[in-house]
């Protein structure tokens, strides 16, 4: 498991360097186990593992303002907070404390903008309001991509419940496509 610097500059190095993608990579075995357990969770409605009930529900609201749902499923149907709770006991553990620290600063800007303790208690165009002025921060970002990748990822890794993320792509999720692919496959498998 890759060791990770538990503060913001760590957390920003990390998350901004073109090393992610690699780091991904390399974590990929940690990442299936991760969706076991938090494709389960997200099944069964069972408590959150690494979340307190009230963070979890702040970031479900930060993540249902990224992927709202309206006429089609977004972030709330797809169970993206499950997937949060999963990545935050597996690949993401250094993130955790960066998360909920991310989480307290929202809700002192909720109390003191809006007198509401909670931000997932405010109003959808005051949560909204409140994440414009968050939008470039390194909070957000973490939010924004454990949104996009719990919306998208395979179902066993805990979000994209019944698939309603690769619908929204009109993603065939069948994972065993017939040669030729292409052109050069084609070539290659014809002798030529």
């Known amino acids: 498991m890759l060791e990770t610097d538990p ?11 073109a090393l992610s993608a690699s780091w991904l990579t390399a974590q990929w075995p940690a990442m299936l186990a991760l969706g076991q357990t938090a494709c389960q969770a997200r099944d069964n409605g069972s408590v959150f593992v690494n979340l307190d009930s009230n963070v979890a529900a702040d970031l479900a609201a930060i993540a249902a303002r990224i992927i709202p749902s309206d006429d089609t499923p977004g972030a709330d149907e797809a169970g993206v907070i499950y997937f949060i709770d999963g990545a935050l006991d597996t690949v993401m553990k250094g993130a955790a404390g960066f998360l909920r620290d991310g989480v307290a ?3 002192r800007h909720a109390r003191k903008n809006y007198g509401n303790e909670r931000f997932a208690g405010l109003a959808i165009e005051q949560q909204i309001d409140l994440l414009k002025q968050e939008d470039q921060s390194a909070f957000f970002g973490a939010v924004k ?3 996009v990748a719990g919306m998208f990822a395979m179902p066993l890794h805990g979000g994209n419940r019944n698939l309603v993320g690769w619908e929204l792509l009109g ?4 994972h065993g496509w017939q040669p030729p692919f292409g052109y050069y496959d084609a070539r290659e498998l014809s002798g030529g």
């Open 171 to 174: 993603f065939d999720s069948k």
């Open 105 to 107: 600063e929202l809700n």
């Open 7 to 17: 503060t913001r500059r760590g957390f920003l190095k990390l998350t901004g360097s």
């Open 145 to 147: 991509f454990l949104t």
